[in-house]
Nanobody, 125 residues
Framework: VQLQASGGGLVQAGGSLRLSCAAS????????LGWFRRAPGKEREFVTA????????YYTDSVKGRFTISRDNDKKTVYLKMDSLKPEDTAVYYC???????????????????WGQGTQVTVSS
């Protein structure tokens, strides 16, 4: 699986961005997908994930109610809509993928096998 993330940029606090991650290779519908981020000087952390069923979504507490993950199997793309952005959301955002069974959605870095190149999100105060 090859992943290409895009959509990052510079935004003021309170603003919004939508990240996209296009996949190629394996059958997209068989993939669970996640977004992770690495802030300056910190370890990469889990942000959100979506399972093979769009009803299976998980979020880290700090983004609940502000970020929304979604997928479009026809376009082979996963999205991350980020609203009410805060300066602490500043990071490089990575998409990740793994082929899974229907009932399992990985939420840890080690459980993902395929990674995109990252896209920078900078939130100014």
């Amino acid at each position: 699986v090859q992943l290409q993330a895009s959509g990052g940029g510079l935004v003021q606090a309170g603003g919004s961005l939508r990240l996209s991650c296009a996949a190629s290779g394996r059958q997209f519908s068989r993939l669970s997908l996640g977004w992770f981020r690495r802030a300056p000087g910190k370890e990469r952390e889990f942000v959100t994930a979506i399972g093979r069923s769009s009803s299976s979504t998980y979020y880290t507490d700090s983004v609940k109610g502000r970020f929304t993950i979604s997928r479009d199997n026809d376009k082979k793309t996963v999205y991350l809509k980020m609203d009410s952005l805060k300066p602490e959301d500043t990071a490089v955002y990575y998409c990740a993928a793994r082929e899974t069974i229907m009932t399992y959605t990985p939420t840890t870095e080690d459980d993902y096998y395929h990674w995109g190149q990252g896209t920078q999100v900078t939130v100014s105060s």
